[in-house]
Structure formats: C-alpha cells, structure tokens
C-alpha cells in the first residue's frame, strides 16, 4: 500500500544525477519559494497561466499544506553540493468524485532531464492506488513538453483542442 503523505521514490535524470521523488513537507516553504525563484518566465506562465512570483499567505497555505487525500503534493529533491534542492514537483486537487487536476513545473536547469515524466509516472501510481479514475489538466498551446509527458505516460489519453487551452484527460481504470 502507498501512503501518499510519506512517500519517497529514488530515481536517476537522464545525465545519472540523482532525484529523490518525495512527498511535500510543511517545512518545504523555503525549497518552493526558492525554486519559483530559480524559474524563467515561461516556465511560470506556463505553470499558473501568469508570470507569478509572489503568492499570498493563503496561496503559500494551499501549495503547502497538502491533505494526501484530495490534495497531494510530490516534490522532486537534487543534491546540490550537499544542499537538497527543489528540481520540480507535481501536484493533483480532486474536482469531483474520482477526478482529479494535475499540474507540474521543473525548472528551467533540469527541464529535458526526464523528471517531468518521473513525476507523472508516480503521481499516476498514487493517484491509482487512491482508486482515482481520470486525471485532467489545462495546457497552454504550444505547450510541447507537457504534452509529450502525457502522452508518455502510457495512459488512454484524450485531447480537447481550443484556441487558449488544450484539455487533456487520462484514464487510470
Ligand atoms: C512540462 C514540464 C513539467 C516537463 O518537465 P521535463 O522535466 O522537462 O520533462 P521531460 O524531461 O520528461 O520531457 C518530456 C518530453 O518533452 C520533451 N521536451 C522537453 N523540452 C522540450 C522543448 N523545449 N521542445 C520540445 N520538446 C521538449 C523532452 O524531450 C521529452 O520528450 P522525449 O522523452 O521524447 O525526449 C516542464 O517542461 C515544465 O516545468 N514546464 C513549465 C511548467 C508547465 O508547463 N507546467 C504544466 C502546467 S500543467
């Protein structure tokens, strides 16, 4: 059995660096702060649809403070000359019963590394394990990379196509 709140997963980046997969703390405040921080624009439009670096108490409280039920959170630690640091994360928030919103974000130094798919793939084992049934998001466009991690996910994929958005819906049974 999963326990989604105390997961942990290791797992190697294209270049044989080292990632810890893992379940987010409330004392990863600073690691999340830190990691917007180290994103481009694009990488944060792309995330929140807005170049968006300073959140609101009530904002930093919801990323942080996760229920593993229906809402959970994974982080993706990299060792750093001896400092853990955020790479990435993932997270879903159950929308309705058996369906979920998924979102992720890597920054820019370790994007193309094969992380973002390390994050689908075990968000997908927890969402699975959960007894969830799909897993949906919105996505820009243009939005290659995240698309082509859907689709490397192995999961039945739909795909809605409008001018703005893209909605991608995956089937876990
Ligand atoms: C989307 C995102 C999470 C993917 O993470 P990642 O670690 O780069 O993903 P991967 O390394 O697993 O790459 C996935 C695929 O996209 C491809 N890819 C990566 N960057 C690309 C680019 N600029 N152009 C085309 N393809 C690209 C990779 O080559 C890989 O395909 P491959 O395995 O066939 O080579 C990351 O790019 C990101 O954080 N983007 C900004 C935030 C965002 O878009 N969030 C989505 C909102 S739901």
Known sequence: MLEAANYSACETLRDGRRVEIRALRPDDRAGLIAAVARSSPETLYRRFFAVKRHFTEPEVEFFLHVDFINHV?????????????????????????????????????????????????????????????????????????????????????????????????????
């Open 73 to 173: 959170a994974l982080v993706a630690v990299i060792d750093e000359g001896g400092q853990p640091m955020i790479a990435g994360g993932t997270r879903y928030v159950v929308v309705q019963p058996g369906k979920a919103e998924v979102a992720f974000a890597v920054i820019d130094q370790y994007q193309g590394q094969g992380l973002g798919t390390l994050l689908m793939h075990h968000l997908a084992a927890i969402a699975r394990e959960a007894r969830l049934e799909q897993l949906i998001a919105e996505v820009l466009p243009d939005n290659v990379p995240m698309l082509k991690v859907f689709e490397k996910s192995r999961l039945p994929l739909s795909i809605k196509r409008e001018p703005q958005v893209v909605h991608v819906a995956l089937r876990l049974r």
